[in-house]
């Protein structure tokens, strides 16, 4: 993972907030959203699940669900419309054990006919 993609130019004076950032101590300034308390951390928010690129939020208003990050507990926040709260414990990549097994779709011996499915094949 490459360093922070943000950084903090103006309002240095709020109050620190300690939160958990892939199991390190992190800390942000009392009202960051997630977004840019991760941001200026790390460079990304999470992992795509289509590809395993790196995510950074899009539309920055919770409409494009590009921004999704992982809570330590299973739940999930769009990482640009919830604040940063004390003790948050974030992940920016599914824990192994969470991840969902690759599906192989094996060709149809032959002309390239499509898959089979359930032993039969389709046509």
Do not use: H, N, Y
């Amino acid at each position: 993972m490459a360093g922070p993609i943000l950084k903090r130019l103006t309002e240095t004076a709020r109050a620190p907030v300690a939160f958990m950032l892939d199991g390190a101590p992190a800390q942000a300034l009392m009202g960051d959203t997630v977004l840019t308390a991760v941001l200026t951390q790390i460079d990304r928010v999470r992992c795509s699940e289509f590809g395993g690129g790196p995510r950074a939020g899009f539309c920055m208003m919770g409409a494009c669900q590009d921004c999704w990050m992982q809570l330590e507990d299973g739940g999930r926040v769009r990482a640009c419309t919830t604040f940063i709260e004390p003790g948050m414990r974030l992940l920016s990549q599914w824990p192994e054990a969470w991840r969902p097994a690759a599906v192989a779709v094996e060709p149809v011996p032959g002309s390239g006919s499509p898959p089979a499915v359930d032993g039969e094949e389709l046509s």
